[in-house]
């Protein structure tokens, strides 16, 4: 299947710092990209839907100035988790969608 | 009403068995519709996908979708030990979203 590669995999950083995470498809174009979120034990929360060229999509809930998506390119989309405090320490995952979708290795993000 | 449910297990299936897992969706316009599996801490990998209402099979995979009844399913025959993981149904609706129901947790006993 098609590749795409999620970085970092892990990133540790200091409450009110920011932290940008990149999601690229490797071997294919993506217009259309979606950005998850997993807390422990739980399913994949849609946050945003990234759509390049234009502005993100997000759902109910999700803070734009908080989560900043930008999708320069067909092959590129970073999340930025801007002022991260410890309540944002989550698994973030990224995927590109060309009628399957497929996911990054995904970024575990913790906020100390 | 969740747009994509799924009951949350845990399965228990016996080793050599067969494990089916359900799904239900709201959204009539919906049409494609995936299954994933996710092992703790990992990002979920593909494990099938189905476009038409019936069957499809892959190994030792079958999804079956009905969307009329708006549900799909996904048996795994002779269930082993590395089958235990969670399972995600994810429905491309007509929203133009890809969205997950809560996964079911499948354990395979020796």
């Known amino acids: 299947g098609a590749v795409v590669s999620q970085h970092p995999s892990r990133v540790i950083c200091k409450s009110g710092t920011s932290v940008k995470i990149e999601c690229r498809s490797l071997?294919?174009?993506?217009?259309?990209m979606f950005w998850y979120r997993q807390f422990p034990k739980q399913s994949l929360m849609l946050m945003a839907t990234?759509?390049?060229?234009?502005?993100?999509?997000?759902e109910q809930g999700v803070e734009k100035d908080k989560f900043l998506i930008n999708h320069a390119s067909l092959t590129l989309s970073t999340l930025t988790v801007t002022s991260a405090h410890p309540e944002d320490s989550s698994f973030y995952i990224c995927?590109?969608?060309?009628?399957?979708?497929?996911f990054g290795q995904g970024t575990r993000l913790t906020v100390v | 009403q969740k747009e994509v449910e799924q009951n949350s297990g845990p399965l228990s299936v016996p080793e050599g068995a067969i494990a089916s897992l359900n799904c239900t969706y709201s959204d009539r316009g919906s049409q494609s519709f995936f299954w994933y599996r996710q092992y703790s801490g990992k990002s979920p990998e593909l494990i099938m996908f189905?476009?038409?209402?019936g069957d499809k099979e892959d190994g030792r995979f079958t999804a079956q979708l009905n969307k009329a009844s708006q549900y799909v399913s996904l048996l795994i025959r002779d269930s082993q030990p590395s089958d235990s993981a969670t399972y995600l149904c994810?429905?491309?609706?007509?929203?133009?979203?890809?969205?997950f129901g809560a996964g079911t947790q499948v354990v395979v006993t020796p």
């Open positions: 189905i476009y038409s209402n």
């Open positions: 994810a429905v491309w609706g007509s929203w133009g979203k890809l969205q």
């Open positions: 990234s759509n390049e060229g234009s502005k993100a999509t997000y």
């Open positions: 071997d294919f174009q993506a217009t259309t």
């Open positions: 995927s590109a969608y060309t009628g399957d979708a497929f």
